[in-house]
């Protein structure tokens, strides 16, 4: 099991950026073998999927309200997945999770359920 650990969360105001980033423990070529999903709960709702990349960079997918506006990355070398927030909205405050599943390289899990591995979460709050 991967251990991952999120961080850049913050307290911003509507307009403002944030970028989320998910380290993982594993070892470089294991990190390169899994996919990784960004998402989200903010309280009292359930928990929601913002993005996701694939073992490829070129596969990324993202939730309808976040699309222009958040984009996922991925750096194999340094075992981190980012989430860059661009023009935040009150609407978008939630605690932020990363996931992780070792997955083939044409899929790309989009559901909570298919992810093996969770971090902590990151608290983001933007104020109107």
């Known amino acids: 099991q991967v251990q991952l650990v999120e961080s850049g969360g913050g307290l911003v105001q509507a307009g403002d950026s944030l970028r989320l980033s998910c380290a993982a423990s594993a070892s470089a070529y294991a990190f390169s073998r899994y996919s990784m999903g960004w998402f989200r709960q903010a309280p009292g709702a359930e928990r929601e999927f913002v993005a996701a990349?694939?073992?490829?960079?070129?596969?990324?997918y993202y939730t309808d309200s976040v699309k222009g506006r958040f984009t996922i990355s991925r750096d194999n070398d340094k075992k981190t997945v980012y989430l860059q927030m661009e023009s935040l909205k009150p609407e978008d405050t939630a605690v932020y999770y990363c996931?992780?599943?070792?997955?083939?390289?044409?899929?790309?899990?989009?559901?909570?359920?298919?992810?093996?591995?969770w971090g902590q979460g990151t608290q983001v709050t933007v104020s109107s």
């Open positions: 996931a992780g599943k070792s997955t083939i390289l044409s899929h790309v899990p989009l559901r909570g359920d298919e992810y093996r591995d």
């Open positions: 990349i694939g073992r490829s960079s070129g596969m990324t």
